[in-house]
C-alpha cells in the first residue's frame, strides 16, 4: 500500500466518522460544523488524489460557504433537533438496499487511478485535452480549457443553476429593495445580547 | 432595541480590517490567475463573497449593506450570467458556434483567451453576487 493510498483511506475513514457523527448528534450547532470538517477532509482527499481544482471548490464552498449559510439557516430554529418518533424498519430497509444497490454500481467502475479507463483511452477526451488543448485553446490548466472552453456550454448551465439558487432564496426569504434603516438590527450579528439565562452560543 | 456595545469585538474588528483587503486581493488572484492554477470563477466568486461576509459577521448588516447594497447585488447576478451567455451570442455574431472563442480574435488563441476572461469573469460575479445575498438573505432575519 503506498502513502498515497494510506492517506486516502485514512481521510475516507474520516469522513465516515464524521458522516456517523452528522447522523448521531441532536445538537444542530455541532453537526453544523461537523458538516464543515467533513468538507475540508473531502478536499483533503482530493488534494492528495491531486484534483486540486476540485479540492479548491471544495474548501472554499462546502467548508467555507455552506457552513456560514447553514448557521445563518440555525438563526431560524433552535438549536437542538426535535426528538424523532419511531423510526420504522421499512425505512432502514429501504435505505439499505438504496446504499447497497448504490455500492453495487460502483462495482462497475473502473479501479481508481487506473490508466485504461474509457475516460482516458477514449481519443477526445483525456488524450485529446491533455495532448492539444495548449494548441487549440491555450491556458496551461487544463482544467480550465476544459471547463470554459470545451464545456463552456456545461459551465453556462451550471452559471444559470447558481443564478436561480440565488434567486429562489431571494424569492423565499425575501430581500427586501428598501429596508427602513430604524429596522436593521444595531449590533453586529456576533454580539450576543447580555439577558441572564440567554443562552450565549447563539449566533445572531 | 437596546443597542451593544461595539467595544466587545475590538480586537476580531481590528483583524478582519486587515484581513478583508488581502482576501479580496486572493480572490482577484483567483478569478485571474485560473489560467496557470487552480482556481476560475466559481472559487474566486466565492472567496470574494468571504470577504464581504466576514465583514457582515463582524460589523453587522447594515454597515455591509452599505457598502454592497442589495439592489446592486441584483444587477450584478444577473450581470454574470449576462456576460457568459453575451460572450456566447457575441461569437455567434462573429459567425462563430455559440461559445466558440475562436471568432473572438483573428488568432485562435487569443480568441479563447479572451473568451475564457470573459466567462470566467460572469461566473465570478453571479457567485459572488448570489453568495452575498444569500447571507444577507439568511442574515437579515430573524
New interface residues.
Given amino acids: 500500500m503506498s502513502l498515497e493510498q494510506f492517506s486516502i483511506a485514512v481521510l475516507l475513514t474520516f469522513l465516515a466518522v464524521a458522516a456517523i457523527g452528522i447522523i448521531v448528534l441532536r445538537d444542530l450547532l455541532a453537526a453544523v460544523i461537523l458538516t464543515g470538517l467533513y468538507s475540508l477532509i473531502a478536499a483533503g482527499a482530493f488534494v492528495v488524489m491531486d484534483a ?2 476540485v ?3 471544495e474548501a ?2 462546502g467548508s ?2 455552506s457552513t ?2 447553514f448557521l ?2 440555525l ?2 430554529t433552535k438549536h437542538d433537533q426535535k426528538p424523532r418518533g419511531n423510526d420504522s424498519w421499512l425505512a432502514l430497509l429501504f435505505v439499505v438496499v438504496t446504499g447497497g444497490l448504490l455500492i453495487y454500481g460502483t462495482l462497475d467502475m473502473p479501479p481508481y487511478g487506473s490508466a485504461t479507463s474509457p475516460a482516458q483511452t477514449h481519443p477526445q477526451l483525456a488524450k485529446r485535452f491533455i495532448e492539444q488543448s495548449g ?7 487544463i ?3 476544459v ?3 470545451y464545456r ?2 456545461d ?2 448551465g ?3 443553476v ?2 436561480t ?3 429562489a ?2 424569492g ?6 428598501r ?1 427602513p ?1 430604524e429596522e ?8 450576543t ?2 439577558e441572564p439565562g440567554h443562552d450565549n452560543d447563539r449566533m ?1 | 432595541m437596546k443597542s451593544y456595545p461595539r467595544q466587545r469585538h475590538r480586537v476580531l474588528q481590528v483583524v478582519t480590517r486587515l484581513l478583508v483587503p488581502f482576501v479580496l486581493m486572493f480572490g482577484l488572484y483567483v478569478q485571474f490567475h485560473g489560467d496557470y492554477g487552480p482556481g476560475g470563477g466559481f472559487q474566486a466568486g466565492v472567496i470574494f463573497a468571504t470577504a464581504f461576509i466576514l465583514y457582515g459577521l463582524i460589523f453587522g448588516l447594515q454597515r455591509t449593506r452599505r457598502v454592497l447594497p442589495p439592489s446592486v447585488l441584483r444587477w450584478l447576478m444577473a450581470l454574470g450570467v449576462l456576460l457568459y451567455a453575451g460572450t456566447g451570442v457575441v461569437t455567434m455574431m462573429l459567425g462563430g458556434n455559440l461559445l466558440d472563442y475562436d471568432a473572438l480574435a483573428h488568432d485562435p488563441l487569443h480568441g479563447q483567451h479572451w473568451g475564457i476572461f470573459a466567462v470566467e469573469l460572469g461566473v465570478g460575479i453571479t457567485v459572488t453576487a448570489v453568495m452575498v445575498s444569500l447571507f444577507y438573505g439568511f442574515a437579515s432575519k430573524r
Fill in positions: 486540486m481544482d479540492a479548491f471548490t472554499a464552498v467555507g460557504i456560514i449559510l445563518g439557516a438563526s431560524f494548441d487549440e485553446v491555450g491556458p496551461p490548466n482544467v480550465t480549457s471547463l470554459a472552453s463552456g456550454y459551465t453556462l451550471e452559471t444559470v447558481v443564478f439558487a440565488g434567486v432564496v431571494m423565499l426569504l425575501g430581500l427586501k429593495r429596508r434603516e436593521l438590527p444595531e449590533h453586529a450579528p456576533g454580539d445580547p447580555h445572531t
